[in-house]
């Protein structure tokens, strides 16, 4: 009934933007895969070369306090990343760990102050919240396309693609948080002369302390997600073990660094946890 009706060119247009952006902000994405592609992978090699044990112990300790002086998150914390270090798969843990931290610190840098600024401008509301739809219900397979062709292969567009996808939560998160601190406290807090920036920092982010970081830890769960398709596009790591142990039909190996990754993500998850109860 409509083959009379000519195709729109969208993907044409697409590829000719993609290209002339690729091209005119060049000067900006160089910089970023050499010398920030360089700073992330010395930082997972320098992790790599800290003592398995070191590295452990710190952990379990970590894990010892932020759960209120129980042994039970410490115990799993040392049994877990001991069988992982067993399994020959520690550089792959360390470089994992690396991908992850960088993609949440960049999601939690840029989501805050989104989510802040959401919450206190309709208008800024109304053209975020969209955008933030389009990015969760996006296939995350689709963000390795930009991510390839901006930055080449390797950790920085694993990375890039990571904090796309997991950027959404914690702009969520903050935006509701603090629209739900009591209307009395926010009159109390003008009432007293203070400052719009005295008001945020002090009466403002303190109460929504919670909420936010609920949706910080949604976020690093979300980037620790994309270990494994990031892997697709060159990021190594235990995601990289997984993809090759699918590619090669090889169940045990693929087993071994999928709980890899299960038991980072428990660890991950319940130190964040225990973080937002403090």
């Known amino acids: ?12 247009w697409i590829n000719r933007t993609v290209s002339k952006t690729k091209e005119k902000f060049e000067f900006i994405f160089d910089p970023i895969k050499e010398d920030f592609g360089k700073f992330v992978e010395t930082t997972a090699d320098w992790l790599s070369q800290v003592p398995p044990l070191i590295v ?9 306090f932020v759960s209120g002086k129980k042994f039970g998150l410490a115990v799993f914390s040392i049994v877990g990343l001991w069988f992982i270090y067993n399994q020959g798969l520690w550089e792959e843990l360390m470089y994992t760990f690396t991908l992850v931290l960088f993609a949440s610190l960049i999601s939690i840098l840029i989501g805050i102050p989104a989510g802040i600024w959401m919450s206190k401008s309709k208008w800024a509301q109304t053209i975020i919240t969209p955008i ?3 990015m969760q219900t996006m296939p995350a397979f ?3 396309i930009p991510a390839v062709v901006f930055f080449g ?6 990375i890039f693609a990571s904090v796309v996808f997991a950027t959404p939560p914690v702009v969520r998160f903050t935006n509701l948080g603090i629209r ?3 209307d009395e406290l926010v009159e109390a807090s003008d009432a007293f002369g203070t400052t719009g920036s005295q008001k945020l920092f002090k009466v403002e982010l303190p109460m929504a302390r919670k909420t936010i970081m609920a949706g910080v830890n949604q976020t690093v769960m979300l980037a620790l997600s994309m270990v494994v398709i990031a892997s697709m596009i060159g990021a190594p790591g235990l995601g990289d073990k997984v993809l090759t ?3 090669r039909s090889q169940e045990g190996p693929g087993f071994v660094a999928g709980f890899g990754i299960v038991i980072l993500a428990i660890i991950i998850d319940r130190v964040s ?3 937002n109860k403090g």
């Not at 009934?1 to 044409?12: G, R």
């Not at 292969?153 to 694993?158: A, F, K, L, R, T």
């Open 273 to 275: 946890q225990n973080l």
């Open 142 to 144: 689709v963000y390795l």
């Open 180 to 182: 739900q601190v009591s």
């Open 56 to 64: 452990i112990l710190i952990v379990a300790i970590i894990a010892f």
């Open 153 to 158: 292969i390797g950790m920085v567009p694993g």
């Open 1 to 12: 009934m409509l083959d009379f009706m000519p195709q729109i060119p969208v993907a044409e």
């Open 132 to 134: 933030l739809d389009f």
């Open 245 to 247: 142990a699918l590619q």
